[in-house]
């Protein structure tokens, strides 16, 4: 299994469109794009909406647990909880030959300025997957804006650029 995922609550603040709406957008997006350029995978691909990341993970953990349980080979696990920003990259905690693997596919993210490869795991959602060996991958968006919404009365959806989104 190969998951992509965000998770669905937020702060009482406000709506938790950047932490982390736009996580659980662009994770059901990816799908919907494969999906729409007939894309044949050769593992499962996997959205998951996580709930409860905000106080203890208890949907990551819950998630990790059921996997377990239903003997589940998790492959790769990519988080998106850095809000809705412009694309740069993505974090990656993997072997040394696998991140040049990765590097491999940096010309497909170069038109959008996305390419940016930097170690780091991929968030409190998949990091319980991470004890079954599972390779931990987030996506990192432009960061210079987010501590004007994260965990304040300001994540709205007014707040979230339509076309940072989409890219």
Known sequence: IILVGGHLDSWDLAQGAHDDGAGVVQSIEVLRLLKSLNYKPKRTLRAVLFMSEEVGGIGGKEYARQA???????????????????PRGHSIELS?????????????FEPIYADRIVR???????????????????YVPDSQRYFDVHHASTDTFESVN??????
């Open 96 to 108: 040394d030959s696998l991140v040049e693997k990765y590097k491999t596919w940096k010309k497909y």
């Open 162 to 167: 339509k076309r940072e989104l989409q890219l």
């Open 68 to 86: 377990e349980l239903n003997q589940e080979n998790h492959i790769a696990a990519n988080e998106s909880d850095r809000g809705g920003f412009t």
């Open 120 to 138: 780091g795991g991929g968030g409190v959602d998949i990091s319980f997957l991470e004890k079954f060996g599972t390779h931990m991958m987030g």
